[in-house]
């Protein structure tokens, strides 16, 4: 028996949609295929990363305090996380997670082997582990950790980006605790359950451009190895234990394409598809409050460093200002906003749509989870409109840090003094009013999409649709407001 993921199989069924087209890319590139299934890709693509991450903690200790003069500030939050939210995700999915440093060592001592397979009879598994491979708790297997903790990282994100120690220090703390937990519990439990990137990626790259699936659903039906998640002598037990043979959506999906080498019916391949109209099923509360925390962050960070209100500033850059009383509220205020106000909203909003759809067959929590996934689009979108102007003021940094990037004096490739010049700062809300206008779209789009799924008669749906679409656009005006003044 296929015991998978419990966040990835928590099945509502994706009922009654028409498929949206894909195109299959390792059909049409077979060398992309054939190298996705060397033995050694993860390590060749993770290793440059795990030399930056060295040179990260090593400008940390070493390097220059200054935020914007040491390579761990301005290569992570300014050059990592515009890649991330605005390029890696929504074209990639979790391609960030195929080429993360964080699990390698974890990896590393569970399978005792950086490239090979090794076979054997690990619970569940056609594959030698080391370690206790215990399983998660049950009631920890959702994604409420990593929304607590990203929630928790967030709130002193002025010292994360500010503070070259902080940041070295939170990043090796997540090392240690990916790999402890990997010699504990079964497969990559740190990133499943655990890691407070992963609620996010998990999240928006449901929006994401490409797909991992299998080819033909029956032939895993027929399939009698179930070597995607159990592994072979060719592939490790899909580490976030995953059964392709039911996957349809990106979410849990670390693409490490340890499947493409195991399957033995070549069932598996990437595939190209439209943006943010494929995964719309929200399947849990705890994917819901991630929806509502980011959205909520995106807003609160958007007031913080995009706004006129330099108090608010000084009350999250505790470390600088010193008023442990304004960062309190501020962290209150956030944790507030995150958890219960936002929430509380979308609820109101969703009691408001049964009422006026008179859909009193429809169970509120039905309605509540399905029409979350408008706050997917939409939170991505507000985020890369955020994060444009963070490129665009800061990106020279970027360029003088990495001829300097311990803050030495060095000159590696000559641009060392390169001025801080901010590019074209005049185009900025030219930029983030399409963007997130964008997220309004295709947030919209998606509500109507799960909406048909509910509702056949017409009218009654688009009455449903009317409360959670107007907090959609109240939301979207806040925004602009925030942007455009
Ligand atoms: S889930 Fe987190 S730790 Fe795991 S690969 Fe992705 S980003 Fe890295
Ligand atoms: S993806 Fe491959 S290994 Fe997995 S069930 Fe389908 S055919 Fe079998
Ligand atoms: S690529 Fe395959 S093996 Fe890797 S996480 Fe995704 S489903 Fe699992």
């Known amino acids: 028996m296929v015991t998978a993921n419990p966040i990835a199989e928590a099945t509502v069924p994706t009922e009654a949609l028409e498929p949206p087209w894909r195109f299959n890319l390792f059909a049409r590139w077979p060398w992309l295929k054939r190298l996705v299934r060397m033995r050694s890709f993860q390590f060749l693509v ?131 605790v990916a790999t402890v937990l990997a010699l504990v519990f079964r497969l990559r439990t740190f990133c499943n359950y655990v890691c407070p990137i992963s609620g996010f990626l998990s999240l928006y790259a449901m929006t994401a451009t490409v797909e991992l699936r299998s080819v033909d659903k029956d032939e895993c039906l027929k399939c009698k190895s179930k070597a995607c998640i159990r592994g072979s002598d060719k592939g490790w037990a899909c580490p976030w234990n995953v059964y392709m043979g039911k996957l349809d959506r990106n979410n849990y999906c670390g693409l490490c394409f340890e499947c493409v080498k195991s399957c033995p019916n070549d069932n598996i391949s990437l595939f190209v598809r439209p943006f943010a109209t494929s995964d719309v099923v929200v399947r849990g509360y705890d994917e819901v409050w991630k929806a509502c925390i980011m959205l909520v962050l995106a807003l609160t960070y958007s007031v913080m460093l995009l706004g006129p209100w330099g108090r608010f500033k000084d009350w999250a850059n505790v470390s600088e200002a010193r008023n442990w009383a304004g960062f309190g509220l501020f962290a209150a205020g956030q944790a507030l906003l995150a958890l219960v106000i936002f929430p509380g909203l979308y609820y109101v909003s969703i009691r408001l749509a049964k009422w006026y759809a008179r859909a009193d067959s429809v169970p509120t929590k039905e309605l509540f989870l399905k029409y979350a996934y408008m706050l997917v689009p939409m939170g991505l979108l507000a985020w890369i409109a955020f994060s444009v102007p963070l490129l665009m003021v800061n990106g020279a940094y970027i360029i003088s840090v990495a001829s300097d990037p311990l803050g030495w004096g060095m000159n590696l490739f000559g641009t060392a003094d390169f001025p801080w010049t901010p590019l074209r700062p005049h185009w900025v809300p030219f930029l983030q009013v399409p963007i997130l206008l964008t997220g309004l779209y295709y947030g919209l789009r998606g509500l109507h999409k799960v909406g048909r799924r509910i509702f056949t008669d017409p009218a009654q749906l688009h009455r449903s649709l009317v409360p959670p679409a107007a907090l959609l656009v109240g939301v979207t005006l806040v925004f602009l407001k925030l942007f455009i003044g």
């Open 46 to 176: 993770i290793l440059p990363n795990l030399f930056m991450f060295y040179l990260f903690i090593i400008s940390a200790l070493f390097g220059t305090p200054v935020g914007n003069r040491n390579i761990i500030i301005v290569f992570v939050w300014i050059l990592w996380w515009f890649m991330l939210i605005a390029v890696l995700v929504p074209f990639g999915s979790r391609i960030w997670c195929t080429i993360c440093p964080l699990p390698f060592f974890g990896d590393w001592i569970q399978r005792r082997a950086v490239i090979r397979v090794r076979t054997g009879k690990s619970p569940g598994t056609e594959n030698s582990f080391f370690g206790l491979h215990k399983r998660w708790p049950k009631r920890l297997s959702n994604i409420w950790l990593q929304n607590f903790g990203f929630l928790f990282l967030a709130t002193f994100s002025a010292l994360l980006v500010t503070r070259p120690i902080v940041s070295a220090a939170v990043f090796g703390i997540l090392f240690l």
